[in-house]
């Protein structure tokens, strides 16, 4: 067909070898409106939403001359209701009650149903998202169904269907008189003829009897593999594999189905346990290849930051270290719990101060009475929140001040733990000023050569005239500044008796 300077090409099937006038102006009305169609889902929807409106109420004449509608609404409106104008809501299909739905949420409409295993009526949505509103609409043929989804979609569809269509006939004769001869034959009822309702009929046609299927059943669930966790027919060249649901059916017990359940469970937790640990192991190697990398300024920030985050935010036994988030009741708080009788050292700590004491029971309960730090009661209750975050506070101000001893670095720490140091109501600024700095500040440099190190040791308290001189000798010994600590407070401040006491320790 020639049109000036434009040639095309129509299939003429059906009109004949010479088209009348009439059938070529039909012909190029429908090129035309197919041609608009394609441009206005194509270049048109890839526009900005102000943009297409434009171009299309300024077409909006020529497309209704050509007989295009722009007025069809989704009545669901999920998956449509970002499209730039009303035409891309025309790609859809109506029910017979005349709601209109789009292919995309016909599409996941079909989904939901084949998730859930309702796969032979598929009737209009708003039966189902707006309370019986389509309650009379007619199922959707299988051909309105192929049209508008996707092909992949339509074939689970009708495979799901022909599954429930074979497992209808293999039921049809459930009541017939037919005998059947079980393949195992050892746990069958030898007093009475086995029907097909006293067992199971795998997709090949072998029988068996509901007994002999439970302990086949229990047998295979304790041969599980990660790769392979199905339980097959018994019969020889049979690979049918049984699904859940035929056997929570046709198991004589729920015992059986949950032998079979929990089996699947410990090889898919020791799955998941295996995968996560590899996950761990590369995020942690990782990690390791990063700092490796870092500047000795930024390693010993980073080691700093977790220190504060799991030592000083953290609330610890003052003996054993082991973390505790809370405690019930007493404020004399014994390290152990309730649900596992081995758990913790034992040991008697104040809940106010964190001392250490000891295992004596009047003692510990005196002391927290008459705790400075805390309220002169046993049982603070709902106050104890705000001493345990005072406390943080202090032992952050000392760790700042007679750890670090560079204001720089403790500012870039507290910008790091801003998120910890707002929960419990932190604030470096507030709490900290450069010149509480100036009595014993140390340059940076000195301070991460002193700081790249283990940081196990490091104590917080203020330095002690009379104990640190008998601490320095002990570490000169091989002991830990903790370790040494604590058996000078046991002996007195004794030096002699503090190293026979960690001597006998070791």
Known sequence: YDHGNEHVFFCTDGMGA?????????????????????????????????DAEDVVNNALPLLVKMGISLDADCAIGNACGDTAFPLLRKSGLHCSEGHFICSVDFSRHVENMLR????????????????????????FTESEIARHTPAKLFNDLMDARLKNYKRAVADIDTDSPAVFDCIIDVYCPSSADLHRQDGIICSQGHFLCRFDFSRHCESQSKMFTEDDMNIYCPANG????????????????EKILNAVIVARMKIQHLTYERQFDKRVDYAVKKEVKRREKLSKRERVLLRLRDYVSESILNLRCPSC??????????????????????????????????????????????HVRICEKGLKTLYPDAALEGILNKQKKINLRKFFLHVVKNYELCLEISKMLHVQFKEIGFQFEDFLFRQDFQHAEEDEDRVLRRLDTDLDDLVLEEPDEETEPAIAHLMLMGFQRRQAREALQASNGVLRDAVVQLLNNN
């Open 321 to 366: 270290s082991r973390v505790y988030i809370d405690f019930r009741n007493c404020a004399c708080i014994t390290c152990a719990s309730d649900n596992d009788p081995s758990y913790g050292c034992k040991i008697m700590f104040c809940g106010y101060c964190q001392k250490n004491l000891g295992y004596d029971s009047g003692a510990a309960h005196n």
């Open 116 to 139: 859930i295993g309702y796969v032979e009526n598929i009737c209009c949505p708003l039966r189902i998202l707006k309370g019986m509103q389509c309650e009379f609409s007619l199922p």
């Open 238 to 253: 049979c690979d049918h594999p049984y699904s859940y649901r035929e056997i929570a059916e046709n198991a004589t017990s």
């Open 18 to 50: 010479n088209p009348t006038e009439e059938e070529w102006k039909d012909i190029r009305t429908k090129f035309r409106k197919s041609r608009a169609i394609t441009y206005l889902k194509g270049s048109v929807a890839s526009m900005k939403k102000k």
